[in-house]
């Protein structure tokens, strides 16, 4: 199977689990910048989305997903199967706690926090390598002015913030209907030497 960033959402193996849509998944796949040898932990991953394009980047390294909710779990397992992945670790667990005995990571992805945000960046800190990137998808404004507010205050690190809004245009017999996605806030924190 030859890879492209941005494998369409009808392939995954979804559920009633969030999913981290194809449109936001190439910008966030972009801002991470995401090396083959990387290591990348992927925290609430949901249905392993993020996680499999990122194993399928990250080809000779290694994914740790992260999900709480065990049908998620289930279906990141199935999704690696049906990709073919197997350079992903699933784990179930809350975060911060079950980012314990994970090795240092070139990118973190925080796709969820289950309210332990703050938490998550100070153990997300201690794991990322220098150069290193953490990216936080936000789709409430809680979770933003959070990411925004704890970063920002962390001199080690360079931060840039976007909202973005995806409306895909969906044929219906002879007319076009346009189908809005939810926002979402991609906060890109990349740490300093």
């Given at each position: ?17 969030p ?14 910048k995401?090396?083959?040898?990387d ?6 991953a ?9 194993a ?13 909710h ?75 002015y ?12 360079t ?32 740490k300093?030497?």
């Amino acid at each position: 199977m030859t890879y492209f960033p941005g494998i369409s959402d009808d392939q995954f193996l979804r559920g009633d689990i969030p999913m981290t849509k194809q449109e936001v998944r190439v910008l966030v796949l972009n801002k991470a910048k995401i090396c083959p040898p990387d290591i990348v932990i992927d925290i609430g991953a949901g249905t392993g989305s993020l996680s499999i394009e990122a194993a399928l980047q990250a080809h000779q390294g290694k994914v740790y997903a992260i999900e709480r909710h065990p049908e998620g779990v289930e279906l990141i397992r199935r999704n690696a199967i049906k990709f073919g992945v197997d350079n992903l670790e699933v784990i179930s667990g809350i975060a911060p706690a079950a980012l314990e005995n994970i090795p240092r990571a070139d990118v973190i992805f925080i796709g969820g926090s289950g309210g332990h945000l703050q938490e998550i960046l100070a153990q997300s800190n201690n794991l990322l390598r220098p150069n290193g990137r953490l990216v936080i998808t936000a789709i409430t404004i809680e979770t933003l002015y959070e990411g925004l507010h704890v970063m920002q205050a962390q001199p080690e690190f360079t931060v840039e913030a976007f909202g973005m809004q995806v409306t895909r245009i969906k044929q219906i017999k002879t007319s076009n209907m346009l189908q809005a996605l939810n926002p979402i806030y991609i906060i890109t924190s990349t740490k300093n030497n």
